[in-house]
C-alpha cells in the first residue's frame, strides 16, 4: 500500500500501472464530493521523482480566473515561481502549458492533474475542444506525459469525458470511480487515527456517514458511537446540520431538482419504479430532464437502479442507499424546519434511540448498508457472483383476499436455487419465534406462487448480531450473515 492511502488498493494498483507505463496515459477519476479523489493523488504522487502539475478549478470562476490561476500553477511548477502573464483564451493558455513541458528533461515523468475539470469549463469558453486539440495533437505523442483530470460531478465526467463522442472519443487509458468506503475499510481508517471501536459502533457510524473518509475525519477519540453522531449531527453549526445544501449545490445545477428526486424515493422503503417516480415530479421533470437527473443521482452512489426479473410488472426501480441523505431526510430536516435547531442540547440521538422513528430509521438504513456489501453476502452464503441480486414485492389488487409480500434480498442462483434473504436490524441476537416464522411461511408460499418458480428455496437472514440458536432457526434457516461477516475484506 502506498504511504498513508488507506482502503483503495485497486485504485492504487491503477495508479502504479498507470505511472510505470512507457506510454502516455489519460486517467478520469470521478466520485461525489468529499470522497477522498484529491487526497488519492495527492498522497500517490507526493514522494515520487516526477513533475506534477496540479491546477483546481473554481467554482462559479470566471473564465479570467481559472485561465489566470492556471497560468499560475504553470509558473509555479515549471518556471520556479517567475511572472507569466496570463492569457485571454484556452487555446493560448494549453500553448503556454506545452512550450514549458518541452523545458522539462525527456527521461522525467510529467503528471497533468486537472482538479474540478467541470468547474473549469465554463459556459462558452471552449476548454473541452482545446483540451481534446491539445491532448490529440501534442501530449498524446509524449510518453512522459500522465493526463487525470478529476470532477465531483460524476455525471459531467462520464458524459463529457469519458463517453465523449468527439476529437476525446475512446481516448481514456483509465478510468477511477471512487466510492465511499465499506465497513472494513472505515474501520481501518478509524484505526489509522488511533480510535478502536468494536463493529457494532462502527456500523452505527456508517449509518450516519456512509463510509465517506471526510465525515469520519470529524470523529474524534475516546467517543461512544451516541456521542459521536451528537457531535456531527446535533450540536449547533455541526458538520452533518450544514453539509446537505452544500453537498449538493456543490455536485448539480438546481439541486432542488436531484433533492426531490431523492425525496421521492426515500418514502419508498422497498424501491420506486421509474413509471410511477416520474408521474410524481414536477412537469418539467417528467420525461428527458427526470431520467437524467435519475442517472446522475446514481453515478453519485445516491441511489441504484435495478431490474426486478422475478415481477410480472417489468421495468426500472430506484432505491436509496445513500445513508446520509437518509439520515438527513429523517432527523436533520425535521429540525432544521423548526426551532428546535436553535435549542439543541446534548443527549438528543440518545432519547431519539427510544423511538418507535428510531427503528424504522435504522432498519432501512442497515439495508442500504447491506446493498452495498453484497460482495460480502455472496461470500459468506457461497453464492457465486452469476447469481442475480435483486428484491422482491407483491402488492395485491384491491380485488383480492391475499395478503402483500417483501422479500427484502434475494439472490436468483445459476444452480436452480434461489436464496432469499430476511434483513433484520437488532442490538441483541435475533429471536426467531412462532408468528415470525408463520408469517415468513406465508412470504415463502406467496412468492412461489406469484413468481411461479420451480426452483429450490433457500432462506437466509442477515443480521448485526447471531440468531439465537432455537427450534424454529435449526428448521427453517439455510444461511446466516452476521455483523463480522459484513466487515471481512
Known sequence: MNGSILGRKDEVDTLEEMLASNRPEFLAIYGRRRIGKTFLIRQFFKDKNIVFF???GMKDGAISDQIKNFTKQISET???NAPLESKTNWNATFELLTNAIQNVSKNRKIVLFFDELPWMATSRSKLLQNLDYY???????DKRIKLIVCGSSSSWI????IENKGGLHNRITHQIHLSPFKLAETKDFLKSKKINLSDTQILSI?????????YLEYIDKGKSATQIIERLAFSKKSLLLEEFDKLFSSLFEKPE????????IAESRYGIGQEELLKKLEKSLKGKGGLERLKSLEQAD???SFKPHLHKKRGIYYRLIDEYTLFYFSWIEPIKQTLQERSLEKGNWQELQNTPAWNTWSGYAFEAVCYKHLSEIRKRLEISPTAIADSWRYIPSKREDERGAQIDLLFDRRDNAITLCEIKYSNKPYVLVKDYIDD???KVEIFKKRTRTKKQIFLAFITVDKIKNNFYAEDMIDGNVDLEDLFSS
Request: no cysteine; hydrophobic share 40%; net charge positive.
Open 206 to 214: 456508517y449509518m450516519v456517514t456512509g463510509g465517506v473518509p471526510y
Open 440 to 442: 415468513l411461511k406465508r
Open 78 to 80: 515549471f518556471y520556479n
Open 54 to 56: 496540479k491546477v483546481t
Open 135 to 141: 491532448w490529440n495533437q501534442y501530449w498524446s505523442d
Open 158 to 161: 462520464i458524459n463529457k469525458i
Open 302 to 304: 445516491f441511489i441504484i
Open 257 to 264: 431538482s436531484y433533492i426531490e428526486i431523492l425525496r421521492i
